[in-house]
T-cell receptor
């Protein structure tokens, strides 16, 4: 079975500051890793994903995440946040050999960007 | 195009009403999902359809009845709901390839309030 731990339930940060949202996972088999973002009163949007290849993946709006197999982590980073980045961020894993729909979510991290 | 659409955006219903939620995708995906999301929580999987057949039912009460009329459409029929069923209902889709993890794309959700 797989599990996902998002270590911080809330992360307050000032605009233009760097931010890191932490995600650790547990799995005995290879996984795909995802970050989804949920803006207030909206659905989930895929922010970025790691399937294979380069361990550093980037999104179009400046976020990046690095897959670290030895530390079983997939932390999300942005060097300079904007007010518009205020949202809930969910880390998720999907494992090889799992049943259809096997997407395991962390509990989420609420990023609050203050002016 | 990675768009999943859902209608209606908002729904208020009484406990004796019958209503339906609709989800549509035109990405050629063959797996579709219903999730329920309560406030400040991650989404919880309810149902999975694979090639228009129900493949997973996560022990959802019978007052929720899913239907997949074709590969692009997914409905969720609601009857005799309880106030605790009030939540954001999210639809998602993926390619539906067997044997491996997949990327799920989510719709904007239907926010349901049961009075």
């Amino acid at each position: 079975a797989q599990s996902v731990t998002q270590l911080d339930s809330q992360v307050p940060v000032f605009e233009e500051a760097p931010v890191e949202l932490r995600c650790n996972y547990s799995s005995s088999v290879s996984v795909y890793l995802f970050w989804y973002v949920q803006y207030p009163n909206q659905g989930l949007q895929l922010l970025l994903k790691y399937l294979s290849g380069s361990t550093l993946v980037e999104s179009i709006n400046g976020f990046e995440a690095e897959f670290n197999k030895s530390q079983t982590s997939f932390h999300l980073r942005k060097p300079s946040v904007h007010i518009s980045d205020t949202a809930e961020y969910f880390c998720a894993v999907s494992a090889y050999g799992g049943s259809q729909g096997n997407l395991i979510f962390g509990k989420g991290t609420k990023l609050s960007v203050k002016p | 195009d990675t768009e999943v659409t859902q209608t209606p955006k908002h729904l208020v219903m009484g406990m004796t009403n019958k209503k339906s939620l609709k989800c549509e995708q035109h990405m050629g995906h063959r797996a579709m999902y219903w999730y329920k999301q309560k406030a400040k929580k991650p989404p919880e999987l309810m149902f999975v359809y694979s090639y228009e057949k129900l493949s997973i039912n996560e022990s959802v009460p019978s007052r929720f009845s899913p239907e997949c009329p074709n590969s692009s459409l997914l409905n969720l029929h609601l009857h005799a709901l309880q106030p605790e069923d009030s939540a954001l209902y999210l639809c998602a889709s993926s390619k539906g390839l067997a044997g491996g993890p997949e990327t799920q794309y989510f719709g904007p959700g239907t926010r349901l309030l049961v009075l």
